[in-house]
């Protein structure tokens, strides 16, 4: 579904070419909001061709923005893939990509996005779910509101409801609470995830806009949804029929073969063999929060309206990576296909043409020199990723010669701008080829096809390039992308 739809948008860039918002169009510095969503896949959108649901109000910002349906996340784990954006860097070099579990700590040598940002002029401010090393004060945040982190739940007390609404037993963000500004639970909002927890974090972060003043403020909004445990938004119990929802087209009951998280949480969640029942109960939550999801985000833009700060304002909306939810048998997001590694990614306001989609291969991580960049700050020297400016004013189509992911030392993956495809697994010496233009849904492995072997050679060595150029722990390891 997602890549079928991808195509569709891909096509018809020019019939949504329309004006530039220059940053000349406003006075004053602008300031800056971006939001996250957490295992968000692109297709959950009805601006990227969902039609279960709708999501009008980011639908009214990809209206007045721009899109790049072919964004994409560096590792497939919350908290590396937020790394990432706070670092503008690639994360491949470090022990994360030994394990999912290990503590990532920022190199003190490393500009952080809101260090740059504080120490540029503007007030930063922090809503919503923490999840990288350190805290939002030490890593560049004068100000928190709402922040939602792990621990401070009372003795004993694992969540709020232990049990998910498909009688599930909750294994995600048990005892993590809200904090005040001095960090300290306010386990009275609930412990773990509830029913409110986004629209709590949309009040904090619509109040922490009312407070600011004539200063430029860059205010990251974290939301935890759609991600697990998925519970009904307070007032919308049942309001989807899971009976009623589709099945994606790469469906698989169970996964082929062990991709390297086969017995992890997420595959936990609902065990495999999975009916179709199973899987639509778990996609009509999901789809409900992302309905909610967008109504937070429009209570947001309205608070920037009513204070007339819109237009001086540069909003991106993305998610950390995407989730798998019964596709190819998986549940979770530790792995290389486009469900998971594609984000939405839409910018919008001083600096962003608007009504227009880039089919461009872009990172995450990309974000923070392209926000320097439209700001007029400079870049820091520790920032890997590069901006989207030149793309977003048509001197350039490409960021990059091909994309690549990774996760832990069971997988990595190269993807070019023609749609070609390559995943490894290390583990178990496999290789899978895909045509994502072709096959959007990649249903079809053609790593076996005579033809295809000189492509698969030639893909082999272009991953095992970058490997080397990054410092893959897998090469000092010996362990190459040729066999």
Request: glycine letters at 10%; hydrophobic letters at 35%.
């Amino acid at each position: 579904m997602i890549g079928r739809r991808l195509i569709l948008l891909l096509g018809v860039v020019a019939g949504f070419a329309g004006p530039a918002v220059r940053a000349a169009d406003v006075t004053g510095r602008p300031n800056v909001v971006f939001v996250v969503a957490d295992d968000l896949r692109p297709d959950a959108l009805s601006a990227f061709g969902n039609t279960v649901i709708t999501t009008p109000n980011l639908d009214r910002l990809v209206g007045r923005g721009s899109v790049f349906p072919r964004a994409t996340c560096g590792y497939p784990i919350c908290h590396v893939s937020r790394s990432e954006m706070f670092s503008g860097r690639s994360l491949i070099a470090s022990d994360v990509a030994r394990g999912e579990n290990g503590a990532l700590k920022f190199d003190p040598r490393w500009t952080l996005w809101p260090q740059h940002m504080a120490r540029s002029g503007w007030h930063t401010i922090y809503s919503g779910k923490w999840h990288v090393s350190g805290t939002p004060w030490a890593d560049g945040f004068a100000e928190t509101a709402g922040l939602f982190s792990s621990g401070g739940g009372p003795p004993g007390v694992k969540a709020t409801y232990p049990l998910s609404p498909t009688g599930r037993e909750v294994t995600g963000y048990t005892g993590w609470t809200f904090k005040t500004d001095k960090n300290q639970p306010l386990a009275e909002l609930g412990v773990g995830l509830t029913s409110r927890t986004d629209e709590i974090i949309a009040d904090r972060a619509i109040e922490a806009i009312g407070r600011a003043g004539d200063q430029p403020f860059f205010l990251q909004v974290s939301f935890t949804a759609p991600h697990d445990p998925l519970h009904w938004p307070e007032g919308h119990k049942n309001e989807i029929d899971h009976r009623r929802l589709p099945l994606p087209p790469n469906f698989l009951r169970r996964p082929e073969f062990d991709t390297g998280n086969i017995t992890g949480r997420d595959e936990r969640v609902v065990p495999a063999p999975r009916s179709e029942d199973d899987v639509r109960q778990e996609r009509a939550i999901y789809f409900s929060l992302v309905e909610n999801l967008d109504r937070q985000f429009g209570r947001i833009v309205r608070a920037l309206e009513d204070r007339g700060r819109l237009a001086n304002t540069i909003v991106i909306f993305t998610s950390d990576h995407g989730l798998a939810l019964g596709s190819h048998g998986l549940m979770g997001k530790q792995n290389q296909y486009e469900h998971t590694i594609n984000v939405p990614l839409i910018l919008a306001g001083p600096g962003v043409p608007i009504r227009k989609r880039f089919a461009t291969q872009c990172y995450l991580r990309d974000l923070y020199p392209t926000v320097c960049e439209l700001i007029g700050v400079p870049t820091p020297e520790s920032v890997q990723g590069r901006s989207l400016v030149p793309v977003l004013q048509n001197r350039q189509a490409e960021t990059y010669e091909a994309i690549f992911g990774f996760y832990t030392d069971t997988q990595r993956m190269v993807r070019n701008p023609d749609g070609w495809k390559m995943i490894w697994y290390p583990k178990i010496g496999r290789h899978q080829l895909f045509n994502v233009n072709e096959d959007p849904n990649e249903l079809r492995d053609r790593a076996a096809e005579p033809a295809q072997q000189p492509r698969l050679e030639q893909m082999k060595a272009q991953l095992a390039a970058w490997q080397r150029s990054q410092g893959d722990p897998l090469v000092r390891r010996g362990a190459a992308a040729v066999p």
